[in-house]
């Protein structure tokens, strides 16, 4: 199963977002009203594997141990994720454990779940300076090496339109 997270508006009318193919948790802007995370830990001391936020969204981490390939599609925002797929990302912080390991000489979260995921990473947005973009590249290779991810594509596109033809 693939876990989509995006900030489309309208993603009703898209319907190439199927190009990604079946068996899709999709989380979106247009149907999301998921709360920010306060930074509480509580998803690591008082509830453990689930946000103490109660909304649909405080399963997250294991909805995203149970993909096996995790997209996201943001507008790209001074080198990171828009405000939308940021929070959601912040959200899955009970897909990790409040424990540390050694990763290739840094320190990173041990991890809750034994499954893992592809991170795959569309970023839209024109202009795009090359410093954002370098920057946005190691965002994402830091966020799957955090995730214990089994590999990780970057890829940008100028819009929308753009992304939809590749896709199509």
Known sequence: MKMI????????ELPWLTAF????????IDNAVIRHCTGCFGCWTRTPGTCVLKDEYRHLGARLAACDEMVLISRCTYGGYSPFVCNVLNRMLPYVLPYFRMLKGQMHHQLRYEQTVKFNVYFYGEDLTANERQTAQEL???NSLNLGAKGFEVSFYDNIRQLKEVLS
């Open 5 to 12: 997270v995006h900030d489309l508006e309208n993603a009703g």
């Open 21 to 28: 193919g079946s068996g899709q948790d999709v989380i979106g």
């Open 140 to 142: 994402v290779q830091a």
